[in-house]
């Protein structure tokens, strides 16, 4: 599967981006789809996780209730929906996939990647 990120963009404190994962190539409904993020100087971290159906969903404890991720399986398209975003925000956002049904928090599970969109936010 090929996936491709958008949505990225400069946004000022206290505002919102919705990202987009667009996916081609095989069965996108076999997969799950995680986001992630890496700041300047910082290790990548895990952000959220949606299963395959979108029953399920997972979220780095900081970030749930600001952060929303779904998917609509008929566009191959899986969302991350950012709100009340904040310096600490800022840093490029990637989605990845894992044929998998499990739930996976670290990157070295992912089989697939997508190239990444920045998100910057002013304070």
């Known amino acids: 599967v090929q996936l491709q990120a958008s949505g990225g963009g400069l946004v000022q404190a206290g505002g919102s981006l919705r990202l987009s994962c667009a996916a081609s190539?095989?069965?996108?409904?076999?997969?799950?789809i995680a986001w992630f993020r890496q700041a300047p100087g910082k290790e990548r971290e895990f952000v959220a996780w949606?299963?395959?159906?979108?029953?399920?969903?997972s979220y780095q404890g900081s970030l749930k209730g600001r952060f929303a991720v779904s998917r609509d399986n008929a566009k191959n398209t899986v969302y991350l929906q950012m709100n009340s975003l904040n310096a600490e925000d800022t840093a490029v956002y990637y989605c990845?996939?894992?044929?998998?049904?499990?739930?996976?928090?670290?990157?070295?599970?992912?089989?697939?990647w997508g190239q990444g969109t920045q998100v910057t936010v002013s304070s």
């Open positions: 190539g095989s069965t996108f409904s076999s997969y799950a």
């Open positions: 949606i299963s395959q159906s979108g029953g399920s969903t």
């Open positions: 990845a996939a894992v044929q998998s049904g499990k739930t996976y928090f670290y990157s070295s599970a992912y089989n697939y």
